[in-house]
């Protein structure tokens, strides 16, 4: 099974009245991990791509707060684009999935929830280091 197949697609739970929208998001409930860090990213500007890595074993729930973006995953031989247009949707990224984010509308806020607090030793950086790392989780 590619790690791709375990990519999830969350719609939250949105409760509507004439103020406005309101969704929410609790940890084991409606996100499948604890929640150890949030961050978010925001003021992008225009035709950067943001990303670029993957994790060894960070899970990450992606959500478009404001605005919207494509998400390209990869398993080192498929890809599949994801678009985040909604802010109550979002995308489970598990580990062993490449992803960089592009396309990102003036305004887009993009909040991340993951599993495992920061480490720059979890991440892997160079694309090629990536394929040999899930080859390597591959044969074993």
């Known amino acids: 099974m590619s790690t791709l197949d375990k990519v999830q697609i969350f719609e939250f739970p949105k409760v509507s009245d004439p103020r406005g929208n309101l969704s929410f ?8 991990f604890a929640i150890k860090r949030v961050f978010y990213v925001y003021d992008i500007p225009g035709g950067v791509t943001r990303g670029g890595h993957g994790h060894r074993s960070n899970q990450s729930v992606l959500i478009a707060v404001t ?3 494509d998400l390209h995953l990869s398993d080192g ?7 985040l247009n909604r802010s109550n949707k979002g995308v489970l990224i598990p580990a062993g999935v490449w992803v960089s984010m592009q396309n990102f509308t003036s305004g887009t806020t993009l909040l991340a929830m993951n599993s495992e607090y920061y480490d720059e030793a979890e991440y892997i ?7 040999e790392y899930i ?3 591959k044969e074993s």
């Not at 031989?77 to 678009?83: C, N, Y």
């Open 135 to 137: 080859k390597s989780l």
């Open 25 to 32: 998001i609790e940890e084991a409930v409606n996100v499948p």
């Open 125 to 131: 950086r160079d694309y090629s280091e990536f394929r």
């Open 67 to 69: 605005g919207s973006m």
């Open 77 to 83: 031989e498929r890809e599949i684009i994801i678009p």
